[in-house]
């Protein structure tokens, strides 16, 4: 097997609804917080490669009625890798962390005085709601920390084309990108979090 391509995906993803990966609680965490949002040691937040990198490929997988990896067609194996033994393959892509695009933060957020919980985020409270009484259960409320809306980030995926593949695999990446544009990143996505907005170029 013989790498004969390398070509790089660079983008932005713009948030268009509040986003939450979640990381570890520490003592440096706003008070109260419940979840509170992967950073980076500087506390800046950060959109993990593997996030983007396990989102898209199960977006792929579902669309071609896989609902396990072990499931998945050989296309998506060899663009995603497996260490399954007996089907050893390399990955055809490598997914960058999505790091914060600080100065269109300060220029968008900071300088105009946005309202935040932090310099980069929000929190958001949540509760659950006891059916018969209509009231928040004991408990139930929970505050979430998001980094807001109108946040952008630089991503970067990389694409290694090996002489064996036949298959077009940035076609097929690219049509995981458009169906992560019409879902969601990150958690609680079915409550309007994690809508993404994604422009990018092939180089």
Do not use: C, W
Not at 69 to 75: A, G, H, Q, R
Not at 82 to 104: C, M, N, P, Q, W
Not at 116 to 141: A, F, M, P, Q
């Amino acid at each position: 097997m013989k790498l004969i391509e390398t070509k790089k995906v660079l983008g932005t993803i713009t948030l268009e609804t509040g986003l939450h990966i979640g990381g570890s609680k520490s003592s440096l965490d706003i008070g109260g917080l419940d979840s509170p949002v992967i950073k980076t040691p500087q506390g800046v937040p950060y959109i993990p490669g593997s996030s983007l990198k396990g989102k898209i490929r199960s977006l792929l997988g579902i669309k071609e009625g896989s609902i396990d990896v072990k499931t998945d067609s050989p296309t998506l194996v060899k663009m995603f890798g497996t260490s399954e033994k007996g089907k050893e393959t390399i990955s055809r892509l490598i997914f960058r962390d999505a790091v914060l695009d600080e100065a269109y933060f300060k220029t968008n957020f900071i300088e105009k005085d946005a309202i935040l919980d932090t310099v980069y985020t929000e929190s958001k409270y949540e509760n659950t709601i006891d059916r018969k009484s209509g009231t928040t259960k004991k408990g139930g409320l929970r505050q979430i920390e998001r980094v807001p809306a109108g946040a952008r980030f630089n991503f970067e995926i990389v694409v290694n084309v090996f002489d064996e593949d036949k298959e077009d695999i940035i076609e097929k990446l690219k049509d995981g990108i458009v169906l992560l544009g019409n879902n969601y990143l990150g958690g609680s996505g079915s409550r309007g979090y994690g809508k993404v907005k994604i422009e990018y170029s092939i180089s």
